[in-house]
């Protein structure tokens, strides 16, 4: 019988650490929805309102990649919308990306 009482404390003990670790991703990924909905609405607040406009901004900020212009480039971008310019590109992040798209600019716009 004690055999029997050992098996389900492991069984409950499984199931109660299956149940914690669903509810820490279930909690993660709620986080992050909410992280990129914030980007989102700040990303609207802040950045150009006319397609014509927000090609100039990044055009500006790839031509002159100062760190600041880098980091207003990928700012741009939700975080999944980054990560998929950084693999496009084959670099790590989306600085990087950057930086590639600067190194392939044959001239600098005018202003």
């Known amino acids: 019988m004690g055999d029997g009482r050992s098996a389900r404390l492991g069984v409950l003990l499984v199931g109660s ?25 700040a990303a609207a607040r802040i950045l150009p309102h006319t397609p014509g406009a927000m090609v100039a901004f990044l055009t500006e900020r790839i031509a002159w990649p100062t760190p600041n212009a880098v980091a207003d480039a990928c700012f741009v971008f939700a975080p999944a919308a980054q990560r998929q310019l950084a693999d496009a590109l084959h670099g790590p992040d989306c600085p990087a990306a950057i930086r590639a798209l600067a190194a392939r600019s044959p001239t600098r716009p005018t202003t």
Do not use: C, N
């Open 17 to 41: 650490t299956i149940m914690l670790v669903v509810d820490a991703a279930d909690r993660a990924a709620e986080s992050q929805a909410q992280l990129d909905q914030a980007h989102d609405e």
